[in-house]
């Protein structure tokens, strides 16, 4: 499909004429299918093997954004990261990874991974020269995200795919925080791209579910491996991320010229010690993420001058909702040390940076002004909620 991207979130993987001449794709809630003469197990028409009309519509429309020959959808980000690292890590072989990564990811690799028969490294991205020590023999992948979470670094990109070619591993990357929109690794030489769908791609926070696009043959290893685990995405929540998809760049370009502004705000703030967004000409990942990246994200973090006062500064704003997660049309806040990256020891949040008192904030739909009015006030700590209208 030759349309740009805007366009393709709308059509590819839509059926024309649809069923019945329906424009919007219908559930198949049938958990099997007739049987057609498949000669291959993977092949049969059943949920569990991901392969109903739902999964194969969004699997070409993924597919399409980010120029891939194939894609999958799972149960959630985590069932599309564990199964895409294990079919290109086999036992006994070695992984190398990004050193500051989604807690889940870390708390995956340094506790269960080892019970798999794999090794892993993690490497500090900001130092390359750093990065050959750490191969070994087995060394078979290395494994990044586009903006790290929770401080939204931005590293050298083409200096990983670089090393991985020089050395024969595949080069994974999770591109939840920067979507297709602001990002697109297979055409900068990426093998295997991961999402968290639960997030932008979704974007109304009623779902969860995963994606992993690349080639047709990487794919199919994923594909086999999670239709035998089991992590397959049920149609009616392929419908909901089905429907999300299509509003994705409106969402996240507005989303994004937000958190500019609020970043902004909270930077020259007198009680914030600290903000990380890459959108910032202060943040080390300025130049790097103006370089490689169609726009900064609508993910940041920021520190106060007072740590031990973030959960109060959390409770006292109102238009936020304090809980986990992102990308949703609501502002949402939360303390990583306490949910995205609580599974990580105290030492090991402080080796990664992470400080107790680090505040990440997933910017929504509303008006920046009332975000910034709201934050402002909470700033002050002794304000009564008020109502929205």
């Known amino acids: 499909m030759g349309y740009r991207l805007d366009t393709r979130l709308i059509h590819a993987g839509e059926a024309r004429p649809g069923k019945d001449g329906a424009v919007v794709l219908p559930i198949y809630q049938s958990a099997n299918y007739e049987f057609a003469g498949e000669s291959d197990y993977n092949d049969l028409k059943y949920i569990r093997l991901n392969n109903s009309p739902n999964h194969v519509a969004l699997h070409q429309k993924l597919a399409s954004l980010e120029g891939a020959e194939a894609a999958l959808v799972t149960a959630s980000g985590m069932a599309a990261i564990t199964t895409a690292l294990l079919a290109s890590v086999g036992h006994g072989e070695h992984l190398l990874a990004q050193g500051c990564l989604y807690g889940g990811t870390h708390t995956f690799l340094t506790h269960d991974w080892p019970d798999l028969g794999r090794t892993a490294?993690?490497?500090?991205?900001?130092?390359?020269?750093?990065?050959?020590?750490?191969?070994?023999?087995?060394?078979?992948?290395?494994?990044?995200?586009?903006?790290?979470?929770?401080?939204?670094?931005?590293?050298?990109?083409?200096?990983?795919?670089?090393?991985?070619?020089?050395?024969?591993?595949?080069?994974?990357?999770?591109?939840?925080?920067?979507?297709?929109?602001?990002?697109?690794?297979?055409?900068?030489?990426?093998?295997?791209?991961?999402?968290?769908?639960?997030?932008?791609?979704?974007?109304?926070?009623?779902?969860?579910?995963?994606?992993?696009?690349?080639?047709?043959?990487?794919?199919?290893?994923?594909?086999?491996?999670?239709?035998?685990?089991?992590?397959?995405?049920?149609?009616?929540?392929?419908?909901?991320?089905?429907?999300?998809?299509?509003?994705?760049?409106?969402?996240?370009?507005?989303?994004?010229?937000?958190?500019?502004?609020v970043a902004r705000f909270l930077e020259q703030h007198p009680a914030v010690k600290k903000v990380h967004y890459p959108g910032l000409p202060s943040s080390p990942s300025h130049q790097l993420a103006q370089r490689q990246l169609d726009g900064f994200g609508a993910m940041l973090s920021f520190e106060l001058l007072e740590p031990e006062r973030a959960d109060a500064w959390m409770q006292a704003t109102h238009l936020p909702v304090v809980a986990a997660s992102l990308g949703g049309v609501e502002s949402l806040v939360t303390r990583p040390a306490t949910t995205s990256h609580s599974g990580l020891t105290v030492d090991e949040r402080r080796a990664a940076g992470i400080d107790e008192g680090l505040i990440r904030l997933s910017v929504g739909l509303e008006d920046p002004q009332d975000l910034t009015e709201d934050f402002q006030a909470a700033f002050q700590l002794d304000r009564q909620p008020l109502s929205v209208p």
């Open 121 to 261: 490294s993690f490497l500090d991205l900001s130092r390359p020269e750093s990065w050959a020590a750490r191969l070994t023999p087995s060394t078979r992948a290395i494994y990044v995200e586009t903006i790290s979470n929770p401080l939204m670094q931005v590293h050298d990109l083409a200096q990983v795919v670089q090393f991985a070619r020089q050395h024969g591993l595949v080069a994974l990357i999770d591109n939840t925080f920067a979507t297709p929109i602001h990002y697109r690794p297979l055409e900068h030489g990426f093998d295997l791209v991961v999402h968290s769908c639960t997030k932008y791609l979704n974007g109304h926070s009623d779902i969860v579910a995963g994606a992993v696009v690349g080639s047709s043959e990487r794919v199919r290893r994923v594909v086999h491996l999670l239709n035998h685990l089991g992590g397959s995405l049920d149609p009616h929540a392929c419908f909901l991320l089905h429907r999300g998809l299509k509003t994705l760049a409106v969402r996240l370009r507005h989303q994004t010229a937000t958190a500019m502004e």
